[in-house]
Every structure is written in structure tokens, then in C-alpha cells.
T-cell receptor, first 112, second 109 residues
Framework: DGGITQSPKYLFRKEGQNVTLSCEQNLNHDAMYWYRQDPGQGLRLIYY???????QKGDIAEGYSVSREKKESFPLTVTSAQKNPTAFYLCASSINREETQYFGPGTRLLVL | KNEVEQSPQNLTAQEGEFITINCSYS?????LHWLQQHPGGGIVSLFM???GKKKHGRLIATINIQEKHSSLHITASHPRDSAVYIC???????????FGQGTRLTINP
């Protein structure tokens, strides 16, 4: 089945630790996105990538990093510089930036 | 003021009622999206609109470009329609979507 997968479903981070959230898609989509969702707020864009080996910062990129070495994969690293990482993280992909985005099931990140 | 405002924030209705959720935006757009987020967190895209009206099953989405307003309607609502409904817009030439805060819909049996 085609779709987007995210792992893990829940992730716990200790103080000062970097953690990486996985996002994989087998839809052959060029564009991929990472969003953060906090209670009572709309989704906010962290990073996006329109093509392999290229990515751009979104509205809240500070404290995060990404890579796009393969078309199918767009991992997000939450670094120790992100002081308030507790949130629900959603990955999405689309054929190109103009088209409908398809979302993964999300990863909930909690700080210990 | 947010670029995308949804109303109401919360809506509770009885099964069978006709539901309307509103979205107003303040920028020129190339497309508007309606999304559905279930309690588990997963998001499904319902509609992408640039003009007029679209229908899928019991769901209808309309957009008025001049008034910068869109509505999502649900006919014959059912408890399984309970979810958060999110409006998002893409302004002309922009490479990102701007999201509303969402409307939490609860349909009671």
C-alpha cells in the first residue's frame, strides 16, 4: 500500500539530547514537509523539501535540522537547542508544492 | 490577527444535524484546503478548492474568493464525523500552507 509512515509513535527526549523522527513515503512524491502542532494552534511549518538534496527553512526552523538524501525519506532531528520540543510532529508529502499534501500518522515527542 | 480564522472553535450537535464550519482568510490565495484530523492525530485531506464548490459524499465545500471566505458543510451528520476540521490556504506564489486553528466537531448519537 502507498502511504507515509512516521516512527516512532511516541518519543521521549532527555535534557540535552538530540532525537531523530523518521518519515518515509512510497508515493513517489517530490515534496516533503515537517509540521509542528501545539494545542490550540494551527500547524506550523518547520522545514520543507521540494527535491532530493534540497530543503528550506519554514517558519519555526530554529532548533531543528533535516536531510533529504533519498526521495522517500525526510528525517527530522530535534536538537538540544530546541528548548520547548514537546509537541505533535507531522510529516507530509505531495507530488509538488501546488498539490494536495498527504500526512503521516504523527509522532508525539515528550521531554523527560 | 491570524491570516486564517475558523469559526466556531468548538461545535457540538446531534446526529443528523446539518453542520457548517467557516473559514475566513486575509490574503489573496491560489488554493484553500479542508483537512480532517481524527482523535489519534492522523490528518486526511478532504478538499482542495480554488473556486466554486466541491462535493464528496455528505461533505460539501464552498469558497467565495471575493469575500475571502470558505465553508465546509456536513449533511446528515454522524458520530463518526467527530473530528477536528482544519482550513489551510496557500497564498499566490507561496511555497507553504497557512493553517487555521481548527474546529473541534462533536456529534452525539
Amino acid at each position: 500500500d502507498g502511504g507515509i509512515t512516521q516512527s516512532p509513535k511516541y518519543l521521549f527526549r532527555k535534557e540535552g539530547q538530540n532525537v531523530t523522527l523518521s518519515c518515509e513515503q512510497n508515493l513517489n512524491h517530490d515534496a516533503m514537509y515537517w509540521y509542528r502542532q501545539d494545542p490550540g494552534q494551527g500547524l506550523r511549518l518547520i522545514y520543507y523539501s521540494q527535491i532530493v538534496n534540497d530543503f528550506q527553512k519554514g517558519d519555526i526552523a530554529e532548533g531543528y535540522s533535516v536531510s533529504r538524501e533519498k526521495k522517500e525519506s525526510f528525517p527530522l532531528t530535534v536538537t538540544s537547542a530546541q528548548k520547548n520540543p514537546t509537541a505533535f510532529y507531522l510529516c507530509a508529502s505531495s507530488i509538488n508544492r501546488e498539490e494536495t499534501q498527504y500526512f503521516g500518522p504523527g509522532t508525539r515527542l515528550l521531554v523527560l | 490577527k491570524n491570516e486564517v480564522e475558523q469559526s466556531p472553535q468548538n461545535l457540538t450537535a446531534q446526529e443528523g444535524e446539518f453542520i457548517t464550519i467557516n473559514c475566513s482568510y486575509s490574503v489573496g490565495i491560489s488554493a484553500l484546503h479542508w483537512l480532517q484530523q481524527h482523535p489519534g492525530g492522523g490528518i486526511v485531506s478532504l478538499f482542495m478548492l480554488s473556486s466554486g464548490k466541491k462535493k464528496h459524499g455528505r461533505l460539501i465545500a464552498t469558497i467565495n474568493i471575493q469575500e475571502k471566505h470558505s465553508s465546509l458543510h456536513i449533511t446528515a451528520s454522524h458520530p463518526r464525523d467527530s473530528a477536528v476540521y482544519i482550513c489551510a490556504v496557500r497564498s499566490g506564489g507561496a511555497q507553504k500552507l497557512v493553517f487555521g486553528q481548527g474546529t473541534r466537531l462533536t456529534i452525539n448519537p
